[in-house]
């Protein structure tokens, strides 16, 4: 149990509290890192994945490219881009916005392509044109697949936004290879156990999202376990 | 910067033997036990939550929590315990693929039609006799679909071990690659590695066609099987599937 009482004991440090490297501060720096890494990735991948499970057409070349990008070893691409553009942001944007592409994207897709066609036949017999099918019938149908696409995805950049620390940036990455650095265990653990926590506030967070996005009559369809 | 290219061809041919070659089957010796390792505890787990249905959320939130640990923490706190044996990595990368492959499972076992379940039992199959020979055998198109998704994600999170010395594509990228600032290693290790990926992924296509030669040529059909086994390759871990 000596685990927990280290864990405790590096959580109850005075210093941890408070400065620009305490854990307020480096939380902080992890969500805006993923946030922006998620935003990014969600401008991307979202109007890309309407437009090709709406036309149908490119839906191939983008299960490639999403298929691709899921392959590329993140460390792989950080490394890249620092050589080239320099010690920043930007590497580690890259990393993230590869790891967050293909789930969006795919989710998206089959979310739009996944829609009954007698309800695109019906909109189109009300006037509906190709936009507007789109967008007042397709998006939303196809809304609680594009949330766990996402959801996946910010699940995955949350925990992979540590690499930002191996860059000399910040973010909760900084207590694991800080940790790691000073054989200092239980900041290892302390680290790890703060970026779960992120991740769980990430799994309510879509839930509530969820909850007020999504129409009612398409909830039920599908009561998602946490 | 240097006027160098950006790829230096030279190196390549050099080392193709060398340092690539050894890089090369570190990663694959990394990346396929965990895979296997994965797949033989997703299976029990995954029966075990399709027949017992509570035994379900409270597995899969422990595989999805797993799955949120930072894999770097997860291979510096195993390494004082295991040291640099491949262990380190195989442990950690094995336990993320629950989180893929366990619903997969389950979501395979579920999807098989009632009917069939009851006419094995017409047919007198017993509950195990019946799991092994005619729901799991049903199961594999999902399975298989999970498994893809498993493989291709291991494969590229391998290269993560190299952080703490285990070798792989990895120790490519950062020692030969980054260190050096030499970019030809990194890109070298980023395409191998992505081809390995994409070779698993067919071999494993492949594999699940002759596992299951009932599926072939009906791909016109578009049943809810393959639908859902379409779906469930598309995201990691996506709990509510398609309509």
Known sequence: MNVVLWILEWFGRPEQWTGTSGIPARFLEHVLYSGLALLLSAAIAVPVGLVTGHTGRGGFLAATLANFARALPTIGVLMLVVLVLGIGLAPVMAALVALAVPPILVNTYEGVRGVDPQLRDAAEGMGMRGREVLL????????????????????????TATIAAFVGLGGLGRF????????????????????????????????????VLVARGLRRRAAAPI | MTEAPPVDWGWIQRQLDGVIADRLLEHLYLSFPPILLGLLVALPLGI?????????????????????????????????????????????????????????????????PDHVRQAAAAMGFGPLRRLLQVELPAAIPVVAAGLRVASVATISMVSVASVVGLGGLGQLILTEGFQRQFPTPIIAGILLSVLLAFLTDGALVLLQRWLTPWTRGRRAEAGRASRRARASSAPAREEEAVP
């Open chain 1, 136 to 159: 007042r019938l397709e998006t939303p149908i196809a809304l609680p697949l594009i949330l766990v696409g996402l959801r996946t995805a910010a699940i995955q950049v949350v925990s």
């Open chain 1, 176 to 211: 694991i290879v800080d940790g790691r650095a000073r054989q200092d265990f239980p900041m290892i653990l302390g680290g790890s156990l703060l970026v779960v926590l992120l991740a769980l506030i990430v799994i309510v967070l879509f839930a509530l999202l969820r909850r």
């Open chain 2, 48 to 112: 075990a939550s399709a027949r017992w249905r509570p035994v379900y959320p409270p597995v899969l939130s422990g595989a999805n929590m797993l799955y949120a640990i930072p894999s770097i923490a997860l291979f510096y706190l195993l390494a004082p315990y295991t040291g640099l044996t491949p262990w380190t990595a195989i442990i950690p990368l094995a336990l993320y693929t629950l989180a893929i492959l366990v619903p997969n499972v389950v979501d395979g076992l579920n999807q098989v």
